[in-house]
């Protein structure tokens, strides 16, 4: 009787987690990680232009409805730092909010379906000869600016910060950290600012993701022989 009323209860906790919202459409993605030979690539724009290659590759597929990349995909954790709101009180050392911080394309959000709930989405304007910008979780919104608009305001990672990184929209919450586990507050940050030679292919396809697979990793290699291939997996 224990072991069944165990099994029951085990299930029920299962069924549960696995109803979760995780704040996108899980169905339908198709994930694997990317890493470029670093002695090849060895500048910002060679980075950005292979990202916005591949996307387009990618998109270009039969069966495929939509392309991004992210640097550490959802449920997955890690990467954190700590920040306040400029021209707010300076918090002291150690009380300052923390957060997940996260870099992805232009069309990461879009491909996830994570819904944009104030101000715009990255785009090409983006660029690192431009000032910093920054996508901020409706957690981190409905924490710090209860009754007041964020888009435009500026969030600074110590006292000190000579240019603080301006607020452009809000977006959905996505779990970021396990299904059993609360929201956090989340920083997005566009990967044209901040790219670097390690990225996650999310794939939006329109019928079973696995299918895609060898078309995807052959987009990769046609694009550079040299790339690195992990992870393949759905997001389901």
């Given at each position: 009787?224990?072991?069944?009323?165990?099994?029951?209860?085990?299930?029920?906790?299962?069924?549960?987690?696995?109803?979760?919202?995780?704040?996108?459409?899980?169905?339908?993605?198709?994930?694997?990680?990317?890493?470029?030979?670093?002695?090849?690539?060895?500048?910002?724009?060679?980075?950005?232009?292979?990202?916005?290659?591949?996307?387009?590759?990618?998109?270009?597929?039969?069966?495929?409805?939509?392309?991004?990349?992210?640097?550490?995909?959802?449920?997955?954790?890690?990467?954190?730092?700590?920040?306040?709101?400029?021209?707010?009180?300076?918090?002291?050392?150690?009380?300052?909010?923390?957060?997940?911080?996260?870099?992805?394309?232009?069309?990461?959000?879009?491909?996830?379906?994570?819904?944009?709930?104030?101000?715009?989405?990255?785009?090409?304007?983006?660029?690192?000869?431009?000032?910093?910008?920054?996508?901020?979780?409706?957690?981190?919104?409905?924490?710090?600016?209860?009754?007041?608009?964020?888009?435009?305001?500026?969030?600074?990672?110590?006292?000190?910060?000579?240019?603080?990184?301006?607020?452009?929209?809000?977006?959905?919450?996505?779990?970021?950290?396990?299904?059993?586990?609360?929201?956090?507050?989340?920083?997005?940050?566009?990967?044209?600012?901040?790219?670097?030679?390690?990225?996650?292919?999310?794939?939006r396809t329109s019928g079973d993701p696995a299918v895609l697979t060898a078309s995807v990793r052959n987009e990769i290699r046609n694009l550079e022989s040299g790339?690195?291939?992990?992870?393949?997996?759905?997001?389901?």
């Amino acid at each position: 009787v224990v072991l069944l009323v165990g099994a029951g209860l085990m299930m029920k906790s299962l069924f549960r987690l696995l109803q979760t919202n995780v704040g996108f459409k899980r169905d339908n993605l198709l994930t694997m990680t990317m890493v470029l030979p670093p002695a090849k690539f060895t500048d910002a724009n060679q980075l950005i232009n292979f990202n916005d290659q591949i996307q387009e590759r990618v998109r270009s597929l039969p069966g495929v409805t939509n392309a991004g990349t992210v640097d550490i995909l959802p449920l997955n954790g890690g990467n954190t730092t700590r920040f306040y709101i400029d021209g707010d009180p300076v918090p002291p050392p150690g009380k300052e909010i923390e957060a997940n911080m996260r870099f992805v394309s232009d069309s990461y959000f879009q491909t996830l379906g994570v819904p944009l709930l104030a101000g715009r989405m990255f785009d090409q304007r983006d660029t690192p000869d431009k000032p910093s910008v920054v996508l901020i979780g409706k957690t981190v919104a409905d924490r710090l600016f209860a009754g007041r608009d964020p888009v435009g305001r500026k969030i600074r990672y110590n006292a000190i910060e000579a240019a603080p990184v301006e607020i452009v929209g809000v977006v959905g919450d996505v779990k970021i950290t396990g299904l059993d586990e609360a929201l956090r507050p989340v920083l997005y940050y566009p990967y044209r600012q901040n790219a670097g030679p390690f990225a996650n292919l999310v794939v939006r396809t329109s019928g079973d993701p696995a299918v895609l697979t060898a078309s995807v990793r052959n987009e990769i290699r046609n694009l550079e022989s040299g790339a690195a291939i992990l992870n393949v997996n759905t997001m389901d």
